[in-house]
C-alpha cells in the first residue's frame, strides 16, 4: 500500500477515513506499507503508527526530504487550509502539483538522517523501521564512507531492520551497488516494463529486494491503466513488490481485485507454457 496520500490535504475525507483504508489494506491480506517522512506533513506515518498492528506486516519509510519548518507547524497549517481546499480543489492541486515540483531541500548527512529516523520512529510507535531508504538521493553520496558508517551502526542497533534507495534507477545509480549494506531498492516502473535496462542490467542487483513504484504516470489513473499497470509489473520477473498508491477502503478493494486479476493472467500463461 502506498501511503503517500494518506493525510494529504487534498485526499478525501478525513483521518478516519485513512485509518478505514490502513484497516481494509489488512483486510485484504496486505502487509508491506510504503511511506516517508515528509507525506502527509508526517500525518501518513502518524496514521500507520496508529492503526498499523505490531506483528505481521512491514514498513518502509524514507529520508533526505528536509521542510522548511517543523512537520507539526505544517500540520497545523493543513488544518487551518483544508475547508479552503475542499471548495477549491482543481486550484489547489494545480498549486501543491507546483510546489511538488520545487521540493523540499535535501540532506544526507548522517545527522540529518539520524533527526529524520527519530521522528519516523516516532510517528510511527515503533522502535525500528523495517525499511529505511533514502528518498531520491544524489549518486554521489554512495561514495560517503560517513554516510555507511551511520548505516551500518543503525542496523547494529536494531533501528534499522533493511536499508536501501528510492531512486530513477538510471545506470549512473549502479554505483550504489558497490556496498553490500544495500538491500532494498524502490524504482519507477519505467525502468522494469517492459524489459530491465540501465541500474537492473547489472548482475548484483540480483541480490536486491525490488519494490516498484509509478504504476501507472501523471494523470492515467483509470482503472484500466492501474489493470494494465499491476499486470505489467507482476509479470516483471525482477519486480519483488508493487506499490500502489490507495487512500480510501474502496481504492484498496479495488486494487487487490485488480492485482489478484493479474496474478491470475500469469498463472494461466504459466501453467500454458
Not at 122 to 138: A, K, M, Q, S
Request: charged share 20%; net charge positive; with cysteine.
Amino acid at each position: 500500500m502506498g501511503c503517500s496520500r494518506l493525510g494529504s490535504l487534498l485526499a478525501r475525507g478525513n483521518g478516519l477515513n485513512a485509518r478505514a483504508a490502513v484497516a481494509a489494506a489488512l483486510d485484504e491480506g496486505i502487509t508491506l506499507f510504503d511511506t516517508a517522512n515528509i507525506y502527509g506533513q508526517g500525518s501518513s506515518e502518524m496514521i500507520l503508527g496508529s492503526t498499523l498492528p505490531r506483528d505481521g506486516v512491514e514498513i518502509c519509510t524514507k529520508g533526505g526530504f528536509v521542510p522548511p519548518v517543523p512537520l507539526w507547524v505544517l500540520r497545523t497549517m493543513k488544518q487551518a487550509l483544508r475547508p479552503i481546499a475542499r471548495r477549491n480543489v482543481g486550484g489547489m492541486r494545480q498549486r501543491a502539483s507546483s510546489l511538488r515540483a520545487k521540493s523540499y531541500p535535501q540532506r544526507f548527512d548522517p545527522a540529518s538522517l539520524a533527526r529524520s529516523l527519530n521522528g519516523s520512529l516516532t510517528r510511527l510507535r515503533r522502535e525500528r523501521t523495517d525499511i529505511f531508504l533514502l528518498h531520491n538521493p544524489p549518486v554521489t553520496f554512495a561514495a560517503s564512507q560517513e554516510l555507511w558508517r551511520w548505516v551500518e551502526a543503525e542496523i547494529q542497533r536494531g533501528r534499522i531492520a533493511a536499508f536501501g534507495i528510492s531512486c530513477a534507477g538510471c545506470a549512473a545509480d549502479v554505483a550504489w551497488l558497490d556496498n553490500t549494506l544495500l538491500s532494498v531498492v524502490q524504482l519507477p516502473a519505467s525502468s522494469i516494463v517492459p524489459t530491465p535496462g540501465g541500474f537492473l542490467a547489472d548482475a548484483r542487483t540480483g541480490r536486491l529486494r525490488i519494490m516498484v513504484r509509478e504504476i501507472v504516470g501523471p494523470g492515467h489513473h483509470t482503472p484500466d491503466a492501474i489493470a494494465a499497470g499491476l499486470a505489467a509489473v507482476v509479470s516483471a520477473p525482477s519486480a519483488d513488490v508493487a506499490v500502489l498508491g490507495m487512500s480510501s477502503p474502496a481504492h484498496v478493494r479495488e486494487a487487490n481485485i485488480m492485482f489478484q486479476a493479474a496474478l491470475g493472467k500469469l498463472s494461466s500463461r504459466e501453467g500454458a507454457g
